[in-house]
Nanobody, 117 residues
Framework: QVQLVESGGGLVQPGGSLRLSCAFS????????MGWYRQAPGKQRELVAT???????NYADSVKGRFTISRDNAKNTVYLQMIGLKPEDTAVYYC???????????WGQGTQVTVSS
């Protein structure tokens, strides 16, 4: 059974940086596309960034140039490096694992990121 555990969230000042990590277990990490999503209070969960099994990346327009998604298949971990953080980046950030059409999506429990002075 796939399990995802996020870490690295916290409180940071505007303009600051954080790196989120998502540890994957329970299956073959390298065959999954991985993603980061976020949900702010009162808003729907939204895509932040994804990385395919081959390393192709995709970003929401709101984070392009500031966030970088990466994966380490040797460590079964996906990362989200965030720089130039803004108050509007405040949200719970969730990790997602996607094996493809017809397969169950897996989610982590989320990690809180708060950007405030």
């Amino acid at each position: 059974q796939v399990q995802l555990v996020e870490s690295g969230g916290g409180l940071v000042q505007p303009g600051g940086s954080l790196r989120l990590s998502c540890a994957f277990s329970g299956s073959i990490f390298s065959i999954y596309a991985m993603g980061w999503y976020r949900q702010a209070p009162g808003k729907q969960r939204e895509l932040v960034a994804t990385i395919s099994s081959s390393g192709r990346t995709n970003y929401a327009d709101s984070v392009k140039g500031r966030f970088t998604i990466s994966r380490d298949n040797a460590k079964n971990t996906v990362y989200l490096q965030m720089i130039g953080l803004k108050p509007e980046d405040t949200a719970v950030y969730y990790c997602n694992a996607d094996r493809g059409a017809g397969w169950k999506l897996h989610w982590g429990q989320g990690t809180q990121v708060t950007v405030s002075s």
